[in-house]
């Protein structure tokens, strides 16, 4: 079964959706209103569009997948790593949406949840590694991909000298705790009333202290 991590190229984003569809199934409001109608072709193309529309513009994200002994891809992570820069906050755009309320709505939720990571950036004068989304195929799960994915990126923070964080699920927890991550609070995505009796996103907010050297700037 060996496994082995690499960058992903451009013709590996329809793949890399279609496992953020497959492993967040519709268990996530915020993967449901941010990428609407994820489980279908159209949803799944668009979305991997908007991977690649990201992996074209953002030069802080790597985009990763992890092969079996068959080349196919069984997982995948989108770290970003910021070594010394503050990006400029990222804005939801396009036109993915059933309608206004909708595109409202997950802007909202795209923004609410990106407010902790956004802060950390900002605090660490942009000397951070974030774990943007760690996806496995169901079928591969417990096999140990994501712990590859995951020490992919806490070994470049280490060489960086920078903390690490994550917006972690409930599944993701046990591992991120076990690679050194510490949970610093669990954070709701707020949303206006208006929207108060729909489902709630929220995550533990974790941490994984730098190494020193500490961070240059
Ligand atoms: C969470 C996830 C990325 C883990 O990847 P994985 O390849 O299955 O995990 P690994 O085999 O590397 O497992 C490492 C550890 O993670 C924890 N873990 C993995 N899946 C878990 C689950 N379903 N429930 C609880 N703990 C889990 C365990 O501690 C596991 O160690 P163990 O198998 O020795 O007990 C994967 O299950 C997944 O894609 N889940 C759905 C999407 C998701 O939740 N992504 C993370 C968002 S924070």
């Not at 080349?71 to 396009?94: C, F, S």
């Not at 900002?122 to 000397?127: A, I, L, T, Y």
């Not at 760690?134 to 590859?148: E, F, N, W």
Request: charged residues 30%; negative net charge; proline residues 6%.
């Amino acid at each position: 079964m060996p496994f082995t991590v690499e960058k992903c190229t451009e013709a590996d984003l329809p793949r890399f959706f279609e496992i953020v569809s497959l492993a967040f199934r519709h268990d996530h409001e915020y993967i449901d209103s941010v990428f609407p109608d994820h489980d279908t072709p159209a949803g799944r193309e668009a979305g991997a569009e908007r991977m690649l529309a990201t992996m074209k513009a953002d030069i802080n994200a790597i985009f990763l997948k992890v092969v079996n002994d068959e080349r196919k891809i069984i997982a995948a992570a989108k770290w970003n790593i910021y070594d010394g820069v503050v990006p400029p906050k990222p804005e939801l755009t396009g036109d993915y949406w059933k309608d206004g309320d909708e595109k409202e709505f997950a802007k909202h939720m795209f923004d609410g949840y990106l407010v902790p990571r956004c802060q950390d950036i900002k605090d660490s004068r942009g000397n951070l590694a974030t774990l943007d989304m760690l996806i496995v195929d169901p079928y591969y799960q417990r096999q140990g991909a994501g712990r590859m994915l995951v020490q992919w990126g806490t070994a470049v923070a280490d060489r960086l000298g920078v903390e690490a964080v994550v917006e972690a699920g409930d599944y993701g927890r046990g591992l991120y705790a076990q690679e050194g991550f510490e949970v610093l609070d669990k954070y709701e995505v707020p949303v206006p009333e208006k929207w108060a009796a729909r489902r709630k996103q929220w995550f533990w907010w974790m941490k994984r202290p730098a190494l020193a050297p500490a961070p240059k700037n």
